[in-house]
Antibody, heavy 122, light 107 residues
């Protein structure tokens, strides 16, 4: 199982950040898993952004104030995120992650992509 | 949101030492806590799930315990490759939240 993030390494303030995660070696169509985005701020901690199942059952972090959208396309083995109106505070390493829910809600992040660094700067 | 407060924020120990990191939740979260290891330049790695269960493939020197609001993560017999930042994470209530991390280095 591998997850791989793709997207721009740099985004301008006020623009929209779109990242896609491609999943290989595992079927996304399992009810035991969500698919999640998590970011790591340089020198700081981890922030869960949101999780989604293959049937579009999703949860996201209210701290993002509706700027965040998560979507999934199991036929392409991909899921994506969009973050609107980015600022310098959104500069971080973004990870796509398998979320082992075991049929519950978002739970444990057991397989991670390598991460993609995103810089918000004009 | 549930706040997860880790202590200490940094820790220095010698090879072979036994060390403990604590995580306190702002409210009762039963055993709904996981622990991760994060090395620079790598993705975080799940070590302990549901407070005390060792993830497959993780060395047995790592362990976790606790319930309610107080949780501990222990390394028994520290190895040089354990240099990393360690995070607790709760999943009892959304949004999922992490502790601020404990940075571990070797003396």
């Amino acid at each position: 199982l591998q997850l791989h993030e793709s997207g721009p390494g740099r985004v301008k303030p006020s623009e929209t950040l779109t990242l896609t995660c491609t999943v290989s070696g595992f079927s996304m169509s399992s009810s035991d898993y969500y698919w999640a985005w998590i970011r790591h701020f340089p020198g700081k901690g981890l922030e869960w952004l949101g999780s989604i199942t293959h049937t579009w059952n999703s949860h996201d972090n209210p701290s993002l104030r509706s700027r965040f959208t998560i979507s999934v396309d199991p036929s392409k083995s991909q899921f994506s995120m969009r973050l609107n109106s980015v600022t310098a505070a959104d500069t971080a390493v973004y990870y796509c992650v398998r979320d082992r829910s075991n049929g519950w809600g978002p739970r444990a992040f057991d397989v991670w992509g390598q991460g993609t660094k995103v810089i918000v700067s004009s | 949101d549930i706040q997860m407060t880790q202590s200490p924020s940094s820790l220095s120990a010698s090879v072979g030492d036994r060390l403990t990191i604590t995580c306190r939740a702002s409210q009762d979260i039963s055993k709904f806590v996981n622990w991760y290891q994060h090395k620079p330049g790598s993705a975080p790695r799940l070590l302990i799930y549901d407070a005390s269960n060792l993830e497959t493939g993780v060395p047995s020197r790592f362990s976790g315990s606790g319930s309610g609001t107080d949780f501990t993560f222990t390394i028994t017999g520290l190895q040089p490759e354990d240099i990393a930042t360690y995070y607790c994470q709760q999943f009892d209530h959304l949004p999922i939240t992490f502790g601020q991390g404990t940075r571990l280095d070797i003396k």
